[in-house]
């Protein structure tokens, strides 16, 4: 999994490890002093494709999930995304960072979503093309 320092900091970097068994990969500016190096969530300096590069040397043939608006950006302006899952759900937050406020080479197109309705929510499946 990739994110952010603002999700690790919100979620107190899981406890040192992210309770779906994964690695954790955050893309930060500082590694918080006195982080242990044996925990499952990384701290990763140097960028957001080195970040995803160590994700996915370390899922193997998995796919790598990405969570927070800022990461998504910073991954879709880099061409890095292959699809873009969305789960719209009927509740109106009022704050934190927009999801596409910051693209830089846009538009970026999507494909065809799938889309699966469950209960008070609607998940949505996009291929994002790459140009290309």
């Known amino acids: 999994m ?15 490890q992210h309770p779906f068994g994964v690695p954790t990969f955050v893309v930060t500016h500082h590694v918080p002093d006195g982080w242990p190096p044996d925990s499952s ?19 193997g043939d998995k796919s790598v999930g990405v969570h927070g608006a800022d990461t998504i950006q910073q991954c879709l302006n880099a061409g890095l995304l292959d699809e873009l899952h969305i789960d719209l ?15 830089v080479d846009t538009p970026v197109t999507l494909g065809d979503p799938s889309v ?8 949505l499946r996009y291929p994002v093309h790459t140009a290309g």
């Open 41 to 59: 969530v990384r701290f990763v300096t140097d960028g957001v494709e080195t970040a995803v590069a160590q994700a996915k040397a370390a899922t």
């Open 89 to 103: 759900a009927a509740v109106l937050l009022g704050q934190g960072v927009r999801l596409f406020d910051r693209l």
């Open 116 to 123: 699966v309705a469950g209960e008070a929510v609607t998940h």
């Open 2 to 16: 990739l994110t952010g320092r603002r999700t690790c900091d919100a979620a107190h970097a899981w406890g040192g």
